[in-house]
Nanobody
């Protein structure tokens, strides 16, 4: 039911920056909690950043002070600004809301590769 389209990934050198964008087609976007997740080869998917409907944010310790999540309710988009990237940030990044994760509804994702 919910279409998720992630974009903005690419190949960058360590210390560089990328901005990821998520476009979501849902009528309840503005009242949903949204998050960015990542999954590296051979590892389990992890939540890296989360933004609640009131704008409050939550970050994994590994990305805190480097990544910033934001949302635009008028455009149904969620962004992830990633600065000071490290090789260990290399992963496929997905956006999703709580219901999407619960029912395993995921988009294509966008690849982020950070070279050392």
């Amino acid at each position: 039911q919910v279409q998720l389209v992630e974009s903005g990934g690419g190949l960058v050198q360590a210390g560089g920056s990328l901005s990821l964008s998520c476009a979501a087609s849902t009528t309840i976007f503005s009242i949903s909690t949204w998050g960015w997740y990542r999954q590296a080869p051979g590892k389990e998917r992890e939540l890296v950043a989360q933004i609640f409907r009131n704008g409050t944010t939550n970050y994994a310790d590994s990305v805190k002070d480097r990544f910033t999540i934001s949302r635009d309710n008028a455009k149904n988009t969620v962004t992830l600004q990633m600065n000071s990237l490290r090789p260990e940030d290399t992963a496929v990044y997905h956006c999703n809301n709580l219901w999407g994760t619960k029912y395993n509804n995921w988009g294509q994702g966008t690849q982020v590769t950070v070279s050392s």
